[in-house]
């Protein structure tokens, strides 16, 4: 029998796309932002400040939307975290501010603190205003690698500061993964370039886009160029599965074709394959699940080597993907690619289990998975070619291959920061923004000396 | 099944939950749909001369308060806005129609021997069980010389009361106004008029609210505001003390009492039973809610009382009088400290940071590995109760008592007390 991959566009009607690919979670109108936030205890010490990387006075903020002082309350949380609105909608808060809320542990239903996050911020952004003022100009300039979440809350900071910012993008918009790689459905309707405008509108930032450390600028120009360098340029890697038939067709990295998505103007342009596989346990994982079942793919099934327990994606984030129609199946690994004609047609995964020692093994049993296509999500790594390419001195890098940095976030060169998923730690959005927001304090004063 | 029949003054009614005498008693169509819901009886919206007052549109205002709407409520209403006769003839026919029903009839006119000597003969023409006499509303009609304004003034309130005994075998309840400084005034003056009962509170002075895109009291009429008469949950504290204030003066010697304030449930009203009061007038809730909510006051109440063993109200009433004195009269022997129950904790800090920024720094904050401990230390402990109010887990605080051996001790008795230090010098 021949084997005819069924990959197609259009699988679905367009009120169908727009369904599936607006807000995930609708924001609160007030009443209900009234309600939520006067279940906040207003905590002494409050633990959900201590879990959110950026130490967002949580009880502080939500005391002022129940006081109708909603633009107080964004000020409050842009302050600690310039992209608060990006969090409150990408953060994994059941892991974060909503796992440590006090209401867990009373009636297991924490205060809703992202979406009392996004009800405050969205209030300020509606109003187009920038509250935060630049302080006397220093005169210093410094240079930031990278437009994401860490580099924008590096520069925005350090224009506030009273510093010149130039931020050098290797691609054609800021805003990092943002705009290129979390799932559509939570930043909808263009909202990271309205935050990259947003941030911008303080002035003090120029943004080069196309513009790329280690080809189109060095890292020994910007320290030249500069008073001080911020390296905030995430992951350019992506991990192989390492097995025969990676190369066929219908066999894509998650990340690619999510920026793809990401950018696509018409969602019924797009290629789904009718039966999907990925292959990973992270968020990448999931968002290209439900991604590709949200176009319209028919089955989707994502094997991953271990127990739920170890995937790294939450277990919100695993529930969500099955109540979208996910498959979870857990231990196995691929063991082959199978195609006919250059396409790829099934997946060969082979059982897996711990050996006595707790380390991973194939039992030797398989089974097959057929496949239109084939989504690799095993994970990201830090490629550091940008920074030999024509600079003399090379900065340390971790065992785990990132760049190495003390705690505040300064690299080995002492006029260099760094920040984000390239430095070991959380790959979160709101990790980054921290990295940003203490480099530039560092940098500041390195700078006033 | 407990027995919750109800006779207060001679008026009787088949359970002690009364529509108080406002808008939910205006007509035949609402006092109806009440008796039809299970209300035992209604003070009818007060009646006054004709030709009828005329109401201003904007009439309440209310205090919501952390996302619970109408803790307290206020309203610058005035009186029936309809025609006596017409009230008069509604009257008769539903008692008519629920003879088993208390039907008390509200009355303001102004303070002049005939105004009364006219209108009470044709309230009791009606059938009614008893007059209340309304001295208690607080705006409009005080402005116009009643209301309120009799019932400041004590030798009003026992003038007018003898009066209404005077022309009417009807029992008088006389409605009190909480808007002065000392409820007993007023009401000795009531009885000393011969009334039967008094019903309190009527509502008290209040802006409840200020427009500040207007700049004008709420409600707001046009652009501004007068203080209106406030009610609801919030004004209980308040009514709870007139009350037990009166309940226990010799002077005004066990004068039946109908409660009247913030009454939302049946442990409210037995509340207010507790402290001495007959039937119970509920207003604001019922405002709020609509009639239904008696079905719980009633079902609340009787399993209650059948819990406690009560078989009648008589079995409670006033069983907390006793136990109101004045602070002198309290045991300055006894101690008690908090205790924080350490499994039920959440550890939200708010009874460490109460303590700590505005009391004794009683309880300690200990932080080992990232977890939080409180921990009440026992010789700072004066035992106020604030960590215990401000805990929100039920329970998870509470007040030990210390057993130190010491006997009952008034401050009168205390050594401590100067008048005793003198008196040893
Ligand atoms: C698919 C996916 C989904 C995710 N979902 C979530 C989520 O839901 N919630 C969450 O908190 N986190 C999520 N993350 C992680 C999160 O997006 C990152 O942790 C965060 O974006 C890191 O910020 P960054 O600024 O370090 O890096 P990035 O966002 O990667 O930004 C780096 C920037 O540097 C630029 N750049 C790269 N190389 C060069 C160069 N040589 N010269 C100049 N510029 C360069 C890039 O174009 C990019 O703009 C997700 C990640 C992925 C991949
Ligand atoms: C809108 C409104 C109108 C009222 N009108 C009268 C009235 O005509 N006569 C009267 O004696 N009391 C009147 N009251 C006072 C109530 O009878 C009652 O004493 C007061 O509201 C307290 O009870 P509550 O807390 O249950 O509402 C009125 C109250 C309200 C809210
Ligand atoms: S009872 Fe009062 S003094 Fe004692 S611990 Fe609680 S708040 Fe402090």
Redesign the pocket.
């Given at each position: 029998m021949n084997h005819v991959a069924d990959i197609a566009a259009g699988r679905l009607t367009s009120d169908e796309y727009a369904a599936n690919f607006s807000d995930v979670h609708p924001p609160l109108d007030r009443r209900r932002a009234l309600i939520e936030a006067s279940r906040c205890y207003f905590c002494h010490d409050a633990p959900c400040i201590e879990a959110c990387p950026t130490g967002i006075d949580i009880p502080t903020f939500i005391t002022k939307i129940a006081s109708d002082n909603v633009r107080g309350s964004a000020v409050s949380i842009l302050t600690e975290n310039i992209m608060g609105g990006a969090c409150a909608r990408v953060c994994p808060v059941e892991i974060l501010c909503q796992e440590a809320c006090v209401r867990n542990t009373q009636e297991s239903k924490p205060v809703q603190i992202g979406a009392l996050q996004r009800y405050a911020t969205d209030h300020l952004f509606d109003k187009g205003v920038q509250p935060f003022q630049r302080a006397d100009l220093s005169g210093k300039t410094v240079a930031v690698v990278g437009g994401g979440p860490a580099g924008l809350a590096c520069a925005h900071r350090l224009s506030m500061l009273g510093h010149d910012v130039v931020v050098y993008e290797a691609r054609g918009k800021a805003g990092g993964l943002n705009e290129y790689g979390i799932a559509a459905y939570k930043l909808p309707d263009s909202f990271a370039q309205k935050e990259v405008d947003f941030i911008l509108s303080l002035g003090g930032i120029s943004v080069e886009t196309g513009k790329s450390l280690g080809e189109d600028i060095t890292l020994s120009q910007l320290r030249q160029g500069h008073d001080a360098v911020f390296l905030g340029f995430g992951l350019a890697g992506v991990n192989a599965l390492g097995c025969e038939g990676e190369d066929l067709d219908g066999v894509a990295n998650a990340v690619d074709y999510i920026a793809d998505l990401r950018q696509a103007t018409d969602l019924g342009a797009l290629n789904v394959g009718r039966r999907v596989v990925v292959i990973g346990g992270g968020n990448t994982a999931i968002d290209i699940a439900v991604q590709s079942k949200r176009l319209g793919a028919e089955d989707v099934t994502l094997v991953y080597r271990r127990g739920a327990e170890h995937m790294s994606a939450t277990g919100h984030e695993q529930e969500f993907a099955q109540t979208n129609g996910v498959k979870i199946k857990h231990w196995a690994q691929p063991k082959r690619l199978i195609g006919q004609d250059g396409k790829v047609k099934e997946v060969e995964f082979e059982y897996t289990q711990l050996d006595d020692n707790g380390r991973l093994m194939g039992t030797g049993d398989t089974f097959t998975v057929l496949a239109d296509m084939v989504f690799k999500a095993i994970g990201q790594t830090f490629v550091p070619a940008p920074l030999r390419n024509g600079s003399a001195e090379m900065l340390e890098l971790t065992n785990s291959g990132r760049i190495a940095v003390n705690e505040d976030r300064q690299t080995s060169l002492a006029d260099v920061w760094a920040g984000g998923d390239c430095v070991p730690g959380d790959d979160l959005t709101v990790a980054a923004v921290q990295d940003g927001k203490l480099a530039a304090h560092a940098i500041d004063r390195a700078l006033r000396g | 099944m407990a027995d919750l029949r109800c006779n207060i003054a001679g008026v009787t009614s088949p359970n002690p939950f009364w529509l108080a005498s406002a808008p939910p008693t205006d007509k035949e169509y609402n006092v109806v749909r009440a008796f039809k819901a299970g209300w035992g009886g209604v003070v009818w919206k007060t009646l006054g001369e004709d030709p009828p007052v005329v109401n201003v549109s904007s009439r309440y205002g209310a205090v919501n308060y952390n996302g619970q709407r109408v803790a307290g409520f206020n309203n610058i209403e005035l009186i029936t806005d309809r025609p006596l006769d017409v009230n008069l003839r509604e009257i008769k026919q539903v008692k008519r129609d629920w003879p088993d029903r208390a039907m008390v009839v509200s009355l303001m006119v102004p303070c002049e021997e005939e105004a009364w000597a006219k209108i009470l003969p044709l309230v009791e023409e009606t059938g009614a069980d008893g007059v209340e006499l309304n001295f208690g509303c607080p705006h409009g009609m005080s402005e116009r010389g009643m209301g309120s304004a009799v019932g400041q003034v004590p030798e009003y309130v026992e003038m007018v009361t003898r009066w209404c005994k005077k022309h009417t075998r009807m029992p008088v309840f006389v409605k009190l106004t909480p808007n002065v400084t000392n409820v007993l005034v007023p009401a000795r003056a009531a009885k000393a008029g011969g009334a039967d009962a008094v019903s309190l509170i009527n509502t008290i002075n209040s802006i409840v609210t200020v427009d500040l895109d207007v700049m004008a009291p709420t409600p707001t009429v046009n652009g501004k505001g007068a203080h209106g008469g406030y009610c609801g949950p919030a004004v209980k504290p308040i009514a709870l003390n007139m009350v037990a204030e009166i309940a226990r003066d010799p002077e005004c010697g066990g004068i039946p009492i109908s409660g009247i304030g913030g009454i939302s449930n049946w442990r409210d009203a037995a509340e207010f039973m507790a402290l001495g009061s007959g039937s119970v007038q509920v207003c604001t809730a019922a405002m709020h809610y609509g009639f239904k909510i008696v079905d719980d006051m009633i079902d609340g109440l009787n399993n209650w009382m059948d819990d406690k063993g009560y078989a009648t109200l008589d079995d409670f009433r006033g069983a907390a009088v006793p136990n109101v004195c004045n602070w002198k009269d309290l045991d300055m022997n006894y101690e008690i400290?908090?205790q924080i129950d350490q499994q039920s904790c959440i550890k939200c800090g708010l009874?460490h940071i109460?303590?700590e920024d505005t009391?004794?720094q009683?309880?300690s904050a200990a932080k080992d590995n990232g977890a939080r401990r409180y921990e009440?230390i026992d010789e700072e402990?004066?035992?106020?109760?604030?960590?215990?109010h401000v805990c929100p887990v039920d329970g998870c605080i509470t007040m030990r008592r210390i057993d130190n051996g010491k006997p009952y001790m008034t401050w009168t008795e205390d050594p401590r007390n100067p008048a005793n230090m003198e008196a040893a010098e």
């Open positions: - | 400290v908090a009874c109460a303590c009391s004794h009683a309880i009440v402990c004066v035992g106020c109760n604030l960590c215990m």
